[in-house]
């Protein structure tokens, strides 16, 4: 048995609608599949989804005021006011001030941008930089992607007489700011059809609307923001990312060639994972370390030497930003192992000194990925007095609604349910740390606690081959609310079990169900060929890709977890030395055992003072897996043993000191060739001179002993001191009745299966073995 690492929740797609899909669109059964788990099971539905257009946009006017913005900034612009884009630090930030400047300018406006600069402005708006764009003579400040919750900033800035429009599509919190104008998708007093517009989408549709068109040329961009975000793939933002898409594969703008070629990727293959994994961190870097300016120089420059140095330049904050997440998330073990020791709490407020607040976010997922708990890292700062964090959560702890509890002690918190960014008090952060913990007591379940991986394709092996997987291309981009699928392989047969890699760290299995086969590769998941069997039967889920190889395209699954609910038989037959596989072997959780005392001698040493239990002598502990060291008298001890242990793992060792299936038992004309001699001379001292007939009779050693013995059981003999004597005859009996006899045949029986026959055999022996003995137990 190999027991999965993570939760699985398996949510089967109803057949019935996945038949309708393939039948009246012709789509392959994946696609169907894909489709139907994630609620499009309509074929009308499924078609618009699948094939999108300038439609699936909405007027920009539906957004509450955008008539009121567009007015507003053309007042500004027909007077020749400054304008300013006030945006943030990330990568939906940048895009967003790029997306509005790029519309500004071309009709014409004065416009500049500001973005806050983590370290010194914090999030949003800030009132030491609204008072500087106030004295560079901006008269009209538009902020985008933030904005919503800075309510006194704002305030100020109104004090100040400037003109302010927020764009933004954060929570909005019971107030909002006293702007002139708030285009939010979710206004409360608006009726915008889609409310999960990233922060660039919102900005997009203000430059549609001032522009009287739709840019396409900026799309690419809004693809960028709205990735980098993390928000809905449904509605608009599929449309935009879709759009986006195919636009950035042959695109002409020098940053986005720049970028792929410093990403090491081909541009004309870009997808939503190069944005999320390439191009979004290489934008975000910027912001985090310092200046996020150059990301939007970057964006916006028409110069492709620039730009490949701009590109340069981001690469290497991008390394260095890894190199301080590293380090980070090293101190942040440690601070896990000195204040929580083995107790994991319900939340994980962690805090010290001087962490980078830039990157403290990418620690909170990795701490929340990897102990499956709310986590707040929060970097200190002793001489302004505060704590600056960054929350990751997970499914049934809403971190938005959780911290707005606490919002006597979070002057500056926002974000959503699974993010949030916020400040506090040095001297609140142990307050904020016991009150979160409460408050995940109460709501998250010893259930909710456990890693779920979510699996809604299940597939069977001849659904895949090299032109499914190909059409679903159609169906990207994957992300938030349509996620690239988790596939399910069930109940495989594993024919082929390999460790590659340099360091023998990985996996390679070959999976075959009837006459199908698919290659799976498993990264870091080397140590599970050290648990799988020959022959074993596998449930894996993972991605499905195209894997090719000089040419020739072969369908291939990556692995993201496996189990296995089979019992195994490890076969440890002919591998004398323990040394070669007891490292193998999960120790703690196991009982060794031998059916013979010379058994534990043999072995003290070499299981380094590992405890054999000796059967017979006392109790048998449970345990979850069983090492049988040498071979049992007969299968009964075995059945006995299953019944009491029935381990999820046996491993076989079977030493045998004196291994009689070889050697056979003597054929019948022998045994009637000893009894004549034995009568001839009346009394024969086999101490003495039995090994001399062995060898004269080039017999096995112990013949003669055993032939006596059983002449002895069976009254033919007697045996004193090693003197053998005829007895009277008391008739005929068969050699079959001797209990030494009978001993053999079982002793050669049970070894041809225990230590000779091919492992399959041995398997099914032992599959009869625990059958009986399950049947035993339900009778």
């Known amino acids: 048995m190999i027991e999965s690492m993570k939760r699985w929740t398996v949510e089967r797609p109803d057949e019935q609608a996945v038949s309708v899909l393939t039948a009246e669109l012709g789509l392959s059964s ?18 618009a989804f699948l094939h999108m257009d300038v439609s699936s946009m909405h007027d920009p006017y539906l957004l509450f005021e955008m008539n009121k913005a567009v007015e507003l900034i053309k007042q500004a612009i027909a007077s020749n006011k400054k304008i300013a884009i006030y945006g943030d630090y990330d990568g939906d930030g940048v895009t967003s001030v790029t997306v509005l400047m790029t519309a500004l300018e071309r009709i014409g406006a004065d416009v500049s941008f500001a973005i806050p600069n983590r370290f010194m402005h914090g999030y949003g708006p800030n009132k030491e930089l609204f008072l500087e764009l106030y004295e560079q003579g901006v ?85 960028i923001g709205t990735v980098a975000d993390l928000v809905s793939l449904r509605g608009e933002n599929r449309y935009f990312v879709k759009e986006g898409i195919k636009q950035m594969r042959v695109s002409k703008r020098p940053a986005i060639q720049a970028l792929a070629r410093i990403a ?48 340069k330049d981001l690469d290497a904050l991008n390394k260095e930003r890894q190199a301080i997440v590293s380090a980070i998330s090293r101190e942040a073990e440690e601070f896990i192992a000195n204040k929580y020791g083995e107790e994991i709490p319900y939340v994980f407020v962690i805090a010290a000194e001087g962490w980078n607040a830039g990157v403290i976010g990418i620690v909170a997922s990795r701490i929340t990925e990897k102990y499956y708990r709310p986590t707040i890292v929060l970097s200190i700062d002793s001489e302004k007095g505060i704590a600056k964090g960054s929350a990751r959560s997970i499914a049934g702890f809403d971190m938005f609604a959780e911290l ?56 069977s092996i001849d659904e895949i081959d090299v032109s499914a997987l190909e059409s679903l291309e159609l169906l990207r981009p994957f992300g938030m609310d349509f996620q690239k699928p988790l596939y399910l392989l069930e109940k495989l047969t594993a024919s082929s079990i390999r460790k590659i890699g340099a360091d023998k760290n990985h996996l390679k299995l ?99 003072g590992i405890a054999i239990h000796l059967i017979g002598q006392s109790q048998v502990e449970k345990a979850d897996h069983l090492v049988l060291l040498d071979i049992p008298d007969d299968a009964e001890q075995l059945e006995e043993l299953f019944v009491t242990i029935n381990p999820q793992r046996m491993y076989a060792h079977f ?3 004196d291994s009689k299936y070889f050697d056979g038992l003597p054929p019948r004309d022998q045994f009637g060739w000893y009894y004549s001699f034995l009568k001839k001379r009346g009394e024969f001292d086999m101490f003495k001179n039995g090994e001399q007939l062995t060898t004269h009779k080039a017999w096995k050693k112990d013949t003669v002993y055993f032939m006596s013995k059983v002449f002895s059981e ?3 003999v007697k045996i004193e001191n090693g003197l053998v004597s005829v007895m009277e005859t008391v008739g005929k009996r068969d050699l079959s009745e001797a209990p030494s006899y009978q001993e053999r045949e079982r002793q050669m029986e049970l070894e041809k299966v225990l230590l000779y026959a091919p492992y399959m055999e041995l398997k099914r022996w032992f599959d009869t073995i625990r059958s009986r003995t399950v049947d035993g137990e339900e009778q």
Not at 30 to 47: D, F
Request: aromatic share 6%; with cysteine.
């Open 139 to 223: 008269s009209l400040i538009v902020t985008v992607d933030n904005g919503i919750s800075g309510i006194d900033e704002i305030a100020y800035a109104k004090t100040l007489g400037l003109d302010v429009i927020v764009t933004d599509h954060h929570e909005i919190g019971s107030v909002m700011p006293p702007a002139d104008v708030i285009i939010h998708p979710r206004h409360p007093d608006g009726a915008y059809p889609f409310g999960d517009l990233a922060g660039v989408g919102v900005a997009f549709k203000l430059a549609c609307a001032l522009l009287g068109e739709v840019p396409q040329d900026l799309m690419e961009l809004v693809a």
């Open 404 to 459: 707005s509890k606490n919002k006597e002690i979070l002057p500056h918190f926002g974000g959503h349910q699974m993010a949030a960014g916020m400040s506090l008090a040095i001297a609140d952060v142990d307050v904020l740390r016991d009150n979160l913990n409460v408050q995940g007591a109460q709501v998250l379940t010893d259930e909710m606690l456990s890693p779920e991986l979510i699996i809604d394709v299940p597939l």
């Open 510 to 608: 070959e999976l075959v169900a009837d006459e199908h086969t698919l290659d799976a590769i498993g990264f870091s998941f080397g140590h599970i060929a050290d648990e799988l069997t020959p022959g074993i039967e596998v449930s894996v889920v993972g991605d499905l890709q195209v894997n090719e190889w000089n040419g020739n395209k072969k369908p291939q699954l990556l692995i993201n977890d496996i189990r296995s609910d089979e019992w195994q038989l490890f076969d440890l037959r002919g591998m004398r030395e323990p040394s070669r596989w007891l490292p193998t072997i999960p120790v703690d959780s196991t009982l060794f055992v031998a059916f013979h005392e010379q058994t534990i001698h043999y072995f003290q040493s070499s299981l380094r």
């Open 655 to 657: 030493h045998a000191a």
């Open 30 to 47: 994946v696609q169907a599949k894909i489709l139907t788990s994630r609620g499009i099971t309509n074929p009308a539905e499924a078609k």
């Open 264 to 311: 090491g990727t081909e541009q004309a293959v870009l997808s939503e994972e190069s944005i999320g994994f390439m191009i979004g961190p290489r934008l975000n870097a910027a912001g985090r370390l310092g200046d996020a300016s150059p990301a939007v120089h970057l964006l916006k420059t028409e110069d492709m030497v620039l730009a490949t140095s701009l590109a």
């Open 714 to 716: 069976l009254g033919f």
